[in-house]
């Protein structure tokens, strides 16, 4: 723990930098996969870098992908955009009792990197009692120089690329994810909101429109969570 | 279609995945700032931001193929047994990589 209070500077950045960076060698992997996909599917190498750039999303971009013709249809886009990328409004909402005690533009500024795996740093920091805000925009800059970076070499790099699957590459994010998950307490009351985020985003996979299991778990865990409460005697 | 038109339309689709992308990225913390934090909404919000790893893990598991879950295992088991990240992810990538490779 650097900070006790809430604050955002250059040495939390500097660390939620090196906390991520690891597993951002991983992501530059998917970079060049998204780069070779990219310009396989028609796209400007141009439009491939600033896609990865501006939109830092790495599943919504693949599934833009698909979308890809001559007329792009801009409804399913927006939708699907939206769907895959709703996780980020769940995310963003955890995390505001610690980022509305920064001023506004700092704190969206923060919130421009969020993703995956520096939310789910960050939370666990500052469930330990971490206040330092750096960790999570360190962290979220570390993946995007990565994602960028690795778009780029997909780019220039045309043949002798490994496939990322058969190193087993594509379960990085998600055995990280679980140690995440695992991380957290295990109790009885966490056990049944599992259980239920578990059972929903199934369902949901099977019956609800593509790409909105994850928040309908999420959600679903949640209500679990707003009515079982926790016995209250430990820090917030 | 022209290139300079193909790319107006590529910048087109850009600006606006980057334009949604950006809205699920502050929504969260903008709707927030219209809630009160009560004990309820306090166990919504922690209830659900456990939930999001559930519900991202679980269909990577069910949908993926079974190197994917026994990867996920070994993680899982690995991460129980020596508690620290590091060794468990480890495990699991190569638990992926190698079935791939002999199966």
């Known amino acids: 723990m650097i900070s006790a209070e809430v604050c955002l500077d250059k040495r939390g950045t500097w660390l939620g930098f090196k906390r991520l960076l690891p597993l951002s060698m991983f992501v530059v992997a998917f970079g060049v996969a998204f780069g070779l996909a990219a310009v396989q599917t028609g796209l400007s190498k141009s439009e491939a870098v600033l896609m990865s750039a501006f939109v830092f999303a790495g599943a919504s971009q693949f599934a833009a992908l698909e979308l890809w013709q001559e007329e792009i249809p801009l409804l399913p886009l927006i939708l699907t955009t939206f769907a895959i990328n709703a996780r980020h409004l769940l995310m963003g909402a955890s995390l505001y009792p610690w980022v509305r005690q920064v001023p506004v533009a700092k704190r969206y500024g923060l919130l421009t990197l969020i993703s995956d795996a520096n939310w789910a740093v960050a939370l666990q920091d500052y469930r330990q009692g971490e206040r330092n805000l750096g960790i999570l925009f360190g962290g979220g800059l570390a993946l995007w120089v990565c994602w960028v970076a690795g778009t780029f070499l997909g780019l220039i790099l045309t043949q002798g690329i490994p496939d990322p699957k058969a190193l087993g590459l594509d379960m990085v994010l998600g055995c990280f994810l679980l140690t995440m998950a695992l991380g957290g307490k295990k109790d009885l009351r966490h056990l049944v909101i599992w259980s239920v985020a578990g059972a929903t985003s199934l369902l949901a996979l099977y019956l609800l429109p593509a790409n909105t299991h994850v928040v309908a778990g999420a959600l679903a865990g949640g209500l679990v969570g707003a009515f079982w409460l926790e016995d209250y005697n430990e820090p917030g | ?103």
């Open chain 2, 1 to 103: 279609m022209s290139p300079d038109n193909a790319l107006a339309a590529g910048g087109l689709v850009i600006a606006v995945m980057t334009l949604v992308t950006l809205v699920t990225r502050y929504g969260g913390v903008f709707m927030m700032s219209f809630v009160p934090i009560n004990k309820r909404v306090e166990g919504f919000i922690n209830g659900m931001s456990g939930s999001v790893l559930i519900a991202l893990i679980l269909p990577m598991a069910v949908e993926g193929d079974l190197a994917a879950r026994l990867s996920l295992l070994t993680t899982l088991l690995v991460f129980l047994l020596v508690k620290t990240p590091l060794p468990a992810i480890g495990a699991g990538i190569l638990m992926a990589a190698s079935w791939r490779y002999f199966f």
